[in-house]
């Protein structure tokens, strides 16, 4: 997981629910060059495990203190992890399409 960004969300909101999200990151698209944006919401992401501690982090704590830069990188680093799973499972499909399409043409 390389060229990865994660930012305040400086009050951007959810394209989904228009909840005010808490972080955003830009990740790589795998067999890609370009990066999507994701946001951090805790409307919609509450059901996920993966985010419950960070969500519960900026429940309590508008920014990260100092003494929680390690629990929170932990917290972010599953997060992210779980992100870039979902992003290969949904690209995988639009890779298996791709390659359908090109040996069809040959």
């Known amino acids: 997981m390389t060229d990865v960004k994660v930012r305040a969300a400086g009050g951007s909101r959810c394209g989904s629910c228009a909840e005010a999200l808490y972080l955003t ?4 698209l ?3 060059s370009r990066t999507r944006t994701v946001g951090l919401c805790p409307q919609c992401d509450a059901g ?30 599953r997060w992210l992890e779980a992100l870039t799973e979902r992003a290969d499972r949904d690209s995988s499909l639009a890779a298996d399409v791709e ?5 069809r043409a040959g």
């Open 25 to 28: 990151a830009q990740v790589p």
């Open 30 to 32: 795998p067999r890609s």
């Open 48 to 77: 996920r495990p993966e985010t419950q501690g960070l969500l519960a982090y900026f429940a309590e704590h508008p920014q990260v203190r100092p003494e929680d830069l390690h629990r929170v990188s932990e917290l972010v680093g």
């Open 99 to 103: 390659a359908w399409w090109a040996g």
